[in-house]
């Protein structure tokens, strides 16, 4: 089995909450693989499972043009042992995020996503597709109707519920980008497995403690 995360944080409508869903839904269409949703108050029951996941995912609102503070709480908690033992290196990563605005500044937010997971050595998955809605021929109910990229970019209406927002269109592609990462994941962590780099030290070991790992500060009192 290939394992799948997806740590999340979702909490004005529920919206990234939903992207994080069809995330799963997609991943776990690809044969052999466990997905796990984590949303980000979770993740300190959840440490065993990232540190044997082969791929981590990403799922932020964008708050004031970035990631939610909340979601980066959790991401200074790698800025020690995860960081410095390059726990997480060769992972595969990837990234999605939801505005109320059609730009809303999320590629400033995917962008921050990616340089999270490019700091801990992983390896980040684009979206496979072209982007949706270009031209006359196209409508709001493309895949990939924002045209990004670098990962999902969702656009929800500020005044709707999660039943309606994200549409259907945001939603699809999320699930094409689970599925996606996890196939590439698939590909990836089997070859990984049988070919390890010498530095590759983590990529057959088993699972560490179930404990949050050591901050910088932890560290330095050593
Ligand atoms: C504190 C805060 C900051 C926000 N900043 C932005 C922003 O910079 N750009 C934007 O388009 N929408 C912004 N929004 C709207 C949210 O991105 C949007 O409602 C999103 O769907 C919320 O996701 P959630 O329901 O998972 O929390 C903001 C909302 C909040 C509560």
Redesign the pocket.
């Known amino acids: 089995m290939t394992q799948l995360s997806i740590v999340?944080?979702?909490?004005?409508?529920?919206?990234?909450?939903?992207?994080a869903q069809a995330v799963a839904r997609g991943a776990a269409e690809v044969p052999d693989t466990d997905v796990a949703l984590i949303p980000v108050d979770a993740v300190d029951g959840a440490w065993q499972r990232l540190h044997a996941s082969d791929a981590i995912v990403f799922g932020?609102?964008?708050?004031?043009?970035?990631v939610?503070a909340r979601f980066k709480e959790f991401v200074e908690k790698l800025a020690g042992e995860v960081w410095l033992e390059r726990m997480w290196v060769n992972k595969v990563a990837g990234g999605f995020?939801?505005?109320?605005?059609?730009?809303?500044?999320?590629l400033a937010?995917l962008q921050q996503l990616a340089t999270y997971a490019a700091q801990m050595g992983m390896l980040w998955v684009p979206v496979r597709i072209t982007g949706g809605n270009y031209s006359s021929a196209g409508s709001e109910d493309d895949l990939n109707r924002m045209a990004g990229y670098l990962g999902v970019m969702?656009?929800?209406?500020?005044d709707e519920g999660?039943d309606k927002?994200?549409p259907p269109s945001d939603i699809a592609t999320a699930e094409l980008h689970g599925h996606h990462i996890a196939q590439v994941t698939r590909q990836f962590a089997h070859g990984r497995r049988q070919h390890p780099a010498d530095y590759d030290r983590f990529a057959t070991s088993a699972p560490r403690a179930e404990r949050a790992p050591r901050t910088l500060p932890e560290l330095l009192a050593e």
């Open positions: 999340y944080y979702s909490h004005f409508r529920g919206a990234t909450e939903r992207l932020t609102p964008t708050y004031i043009g970035g939610a995020t939801v505005s109320a605005g059609r730009s809303g500044d999320k937010c969702a656009q929800a209406n500020i999660p927002a994200p």
